[in-house]
């Protein structure tokens, strides 16, 4: 179980509409797939969902470097914000 806001379902539903629409992706088992290079339809590396979250805070202009992990963090400190009892933060 993975813990997001309503925003994250809805840019979640157009990965999979993008995904939907890529013939290459159809074999493939893995929830994150590569839509925009070479090899399409492939699992997603590690460096490359790095990669991605790296491009999508410099094209949103942030001056810090963003990564999956900060991600992570950012979540705990939201649900923390939210009320959420440590322990569970702590297993999410």
Do not use: K
């Given at each position: ?7 994250v ?9 993008e ?12 929830v994150?797939?590569?839509l925009?290079?070479?090899p ?9 969902a790095r ?5 999508l ?18 979540t ?5 914000g ?10 999410c």
């Open positions: 179980m993975v813990p997001v806001g309503v925003w379902l809805a840019y979640y539903d157009r990965y999979v509409e995904r939907l629409a890529c013939a290459a992706a159809d074999g493939c088992d893995f994150f797939v590569n925009r290079h070479a399409l339809g492939a699992p997603m590396t590690d460096s490359g990669q991605l979250v790296r491009g805070g410099r094209r949103a202009g942030l001056s810090r470097t963003v990564t999956p992990h900060l991600l992570r963090h950012a705990a400190t939201e649900m923390v939210a009320g959420a009892p440590i322990d569970v933060v702590q297993r």
